[in-house]
């Protein structure tokens, strides 16, 4: 059997690959190839722009792929969703597509916009959103640069954001929220149904998910007298309930857990002053929940 894993090239292609490695997957590309083979000789990865993944996907020249969910949308295909995967999710989070306009422009509402001409990447996702609201416009395709179109080339804009910082330098303005998207992992249907792809599929879709819940986070281990566990047990922010056996003291305890890195500044100097002994930080790989 072998799997072919569709890679988005651009912009996510270098955060991707780092994902697969933490994942204990490391994809090795070659030059100006678009093939990359794995360190599973059953997995081999195609590099395939995110706006075409599910294409691919669902004609079956990829069995999986990574591609934002807003491409998958616009390009209407039927392809089978396996994950969620939004990469550093503490710190971004979701991406959302944005209708905006220039600061000085009259228009308040989506509504103002009756009858003029609205530049953007995701076409048809727009002249949805635009048909839902029951405002006639005219939605034209932009190749880039879509933030320097408006006022001259177009009225408004519908383009992704994920501060607004590039439309604030642009001088635009946000009227709404088209569209929230994120990375997500698709199968094909086909490709899904067969029982030992889908295994494959599913394994990849566990340890992407893992090397992502490790990301940001650390381990804790330390050691405490019986006297003080409540009070250490106070300090740890737990992933879900620290783990907690006796060492061969029977009054001592050494107790483990994950947290967030960031919160290690604050929590390391309290769990001393709770007396605690011998405490450890440790990287991550993988956290599965």
Partial sequence: M?????????????????????????????????????????IECLLIRAQ????????????AGLTGLDWIVES?????????LIYAKRSRGKVRWVLAVPEDSPFQ??????????????VNVTREYFNQKH???????????????APMLAD?????????SSLRANRLRILETVLESNTQLIANQCSYADRAKRKKIDNLALMLQGAMEAQERVGL????????LKAVLGVLPALQKPTISHLSDADWFAVNTVIDESAAWEVIPRLKEAQARGIVEYPLNKVVL
């Fill in 109 to 122: 509402r989506p509504e103002d916009l009756a009858n003029r001409i609205i530049a953007t990447e995701l």
């Fill in 221 to 228: 281990m330390l050691n405490v007298h019986k006297e003080n």
């Fill in 2 to 42: 072998k799997l072919r894993i569709g890679i988005p090239k651009g912009s996510l292609q270098e955060a991707t690959l780092q994902l697969f490695a933490r994942a204990g997957l490391p994809a090795y590309t070659n030059g100006r190839s678009y093939f990359a083979t794995t360190a599973d000789p059953e």
């Fill in 52 to 63: 075409e993944m599910a294409r691919y996907v669902e004609h079956g020249a990829v069995d």
């Fill in 76 to 84: 209407g295909l039927e392809v089978t969703t396996v994950s969620d």
């Fill in 135 to 149: 405002v006639d416009v005219r939605v034209e395709f932009s190749w880039g640069a879509t933030e320097v179109k």
């Fill in 156 to 164: 408004a804009i519908v383009e992704v954001t994920e501060t607004g």
